[in-house]
């Protein structure tokens, strides 16, 4: 199994602009999760779906966060507009039901926005 | 994650010692307990993780200890030697029947040569 895939692995951008990060869990997996990495605030829970269907999006810092899931093996996660306090490691990861199992994360998406 | 409290948030250690990296957390029907290790600029990689139907794990040189009671479980790593050095998180799911895994702070684990 290639394990969670994220893209890109690395983003600079200039505040304002459009930011997408794309994920493709592991193949079976129910569960998708996004995390945003500070040094600040550590690993953050952002949103995650089950069966493609958001959970719980509390963690979306604002308006300016999005994140959608089309089908069992493509999210994305969209930051519009981008600023520098976005700045972050954001790490897809997915897991297989029942509730409580392992969560594998994909290798991040390093985004910086100047 | 705010309802999971790690401590401490760095250990130093001399090749060898054991460390101990403790976590509490707040809701009394959690029933799972992993523990992650994230190395310089990688991903976090599950090392270790219980349930709460058993007070105790290990493997090789790791074990994990929960106390339901008192609502923490701490990770003990024995022998320790210089490519233990890393941030260990610890994990739980705040509300039972959700899947929403919530982090500790980090322990930055530095073991001395």
């Known amino acids: 199994d290639a394990g969670v895939i994220q893209s890109p692995r690395h983003e600079v951008t200039e505040m304002g602009q459009e930011v997408t990060l794309r994920c493709k869990p592991i193949s079976g997996h129910d569960y998708l999760f996004w995390y945003r990495q500070t040094m600040m605030r550590g690993l953050e829970l952002l949103i995650y779906f089950n069966n493609n269907v958001p959970i719980d999006d509390s963690g979306m810092p604002e308006d300016r966060f999005s994140a959608k899931m089309p089908n069992a093996s493509f999210s994305t996660l969209k930051i519009q507009p981008s600023e520098p306090r976005d700045s972050a490691v954001y790490f897809c990861a997915s897991s297989l039901l029942p509730s409580g199992n392992t969560i594998y994360f994909g290798e991040g998406s390093w985004l910086t926005v100047v | 994650g705010e309802n999971v409290e790690q401590h401490p948030s760095t250990l130093s250690v001399q090749e060898g010692d054991s460390a101990v990296i403790k976590c509490t957390y707040s809701?009394?029907?959690?029933?799972?307990f992993p523990w992650y290790k994230q190395e310089l600029g990688k991903r976090p990689q599950l090392i270790i993780d219980i349930r709460s139907n058993v007070g105790e794990k290990k493997d090789q040189r790791i074990a994990v200890t929960l106390n339901k009671t008192a609502k923490h479980f701490s990770l003990h790593i024995t022998e320790t030697q210089p490519e233990d050095s890393a941030v260990y998180f610890c994990a739980a799911i705040l509300k039972a029947g959700n899947n929403d895994m919530r982090f500790g702070a980090g322990t930055r684990l530095t073991v001395k040569p």
């Open positions: 809701d009394s029907a959690s029933n799972y």
